[in-house]
């Protein structure tokens, strides 16, 4: 039996409209996702990851804060052992919305600038991280070592900006520290909004 969890970091992201964000549709320089909502895992594993496969293999969550994903986690590598499964052959991923920016306070900007157009304030659908690249592949490395997920689904808020700075720049983080292997998918994933693969280079 192939074991998923135990020495994996699996990074995946959901990709809808302009972006997760109710207000992200009407924000300058957003494109829309070509096609329908795409789920895909970033990085390889001895297993691919797949929310349809059967008997399961991936697990999303959702949560309000990093003890309680940790907490959902444990429950459900319990409930899986208890079913006679080897817990380690399924990989439980935790939902994180996401705006990034090279610089903090540009992320912080972008996201005030799409709140202020809601009528009521905006509650995050699970975990949350505004900042930089490098500061959201630190967050996944340690999401990872405190075996609070065994990964991440990113739900980027804005798109496709943020989608860049992910491809770019914190997989290649995650890489450049050995905790990743991208997959080809890391390619296809901006051609979904019509933009050029382009080369990536290893973050220092």
């Not at 969890?5 to 409209?17: C, F, Q």
């Not at 297993?47 to 349809?52: A, G, H, P, R, S």
């Not at 994180?96 to 799409?114: G, V």
């Amino acid at each position: 039996m192939s074991s998923i969890a135990s020495h994996s970091l699996h990074v995946a992201v959901e990709l809808t409209g302009f972006g997760h964000h109710p207000a992200a549709e009407g924000a300058p320089g957003n494109l829309p996702l070509i096609g329908a909502d795409y789920w895909v895992d970033l990085t390889e594993g001895d297993t691919l990851l797949d929310l349809t496969a059967f008997p399961v293999n991936v697990i999303r969550i959702r949560a309000t804060d990093l003890r309680d994903a940790q907490a959902q986690r444990a429950q459900i590598r319990a409930a899986i052992a208890e079913d006679g499964r080897d817990p380690d052959s399924v990989a439980v991923l935790v939902d994180l919305e996401i705006l990034i920016a090279p610089e903090a306070r540009a992320a912080r900007k972008e996201l005030a600038q799409l709140d202020s157009a809601l009528n009521v304030p905006r509650i995050p659908a699970s975990l949350h991280y505004v900042g930089t690249p490098s500061g959201l592949g630190s967050l996944i490395a340690d999401i990872r070592a405190a075996d609070v997920a065994d990964g991440v689904t990113l739900l980027p808020l804005s798109l496709p900006r943020t989608l860049e700075h992910l491809v770019g720049e914190t997989i290649p983080w995650l890489q450049s520290r050995g905790l990743v292997t991208p997959a080809t998918a890391v390619d296809e994933v901006l051609g979904r909004f019509g933009l050029p693969q382009r080369q990536r280079t290893l973050a220092s």
